[in-house]
């Protein structure tokens, strides 16, 4: 009896320290700022997990681009109308990753946390320009996707 008891003891310590609702999962929001804040983070890890594949197609893309180059002029004559989108592409990309290069330095990410309401506008600013970023990585991806084809 004495052991199931202390069985009984410790199961129940187990569960509820498995259970607790704060370990594992999203961090607690307490406030407008913090949601906000959780909100441009969001966009950040969203873009971020994007920055690999957008160089590995940079790379992918003026190695296309160099090949064209390289055709002799009688067969550059057919490819042009490709190297053109080849040329926007590039710069798409480059745009992207360039705009997400900034933002992450411009981000400050304790701007204004002893005032929560300039804080508030500070995030809410923010959430906006990376989400802009974050948008305008997806649209280079899909781009990529549609003229890369294989």
Same mark, same amino acid.
């Given at each position: 009896m004495k052991y199931t008891l202390v069985f &009984?003891? &410790? @199961?129940?310590?187990f569960l509820v320290g498995c259970n607790d609702s704060t370990s594992g999962k999203e961090p607690v929001v307490t406030s407008v700022t913090d949601s906000l804040f959780h909100e441009v983070m969001e966009g950040h890890d969203a873009a971020m997990g994007k920055t690999? !594949? $957008?160089?590995?197609? #940079?790379?992918?893309? #003026? !190695?296309? $681009?160099d090949s064209l180059d390289k055709l002799p002029s009688k067969m550059k004559h057919g490819s042009e109308t490709y190297k053109v989108r080849l040329d926007s592409l590039s710069v798409m990309l480059?745009? @992207?990753s360039a705009d997400m290069d900034k933002w992450m330095q411009e981000f400050n990410m304790d701007?204004?946390?002893n005032d #929560?309401?300039? !804080? @508030?506008?500070?995030?809410?600013?923010?959430?906006e320009k990376i989400f802009k970023v974050r948008e305008k990585m997806t649209d280079a991806l899909k781009m990529a996707d549609s003229l890369l084809k294989k």
């Open positions: &009984i003891t &410790i @199961a129940m310590t690999n !594949r $957008i160089s590995s197609l #940079q790379k992918l893309v #003026q !190695r296309e $681009i480059g745009g @992207a701007s204004a946390k #929560q309401e300039l !804080r @508030a506008k500070y995030l809410e600013s923010e959430k």
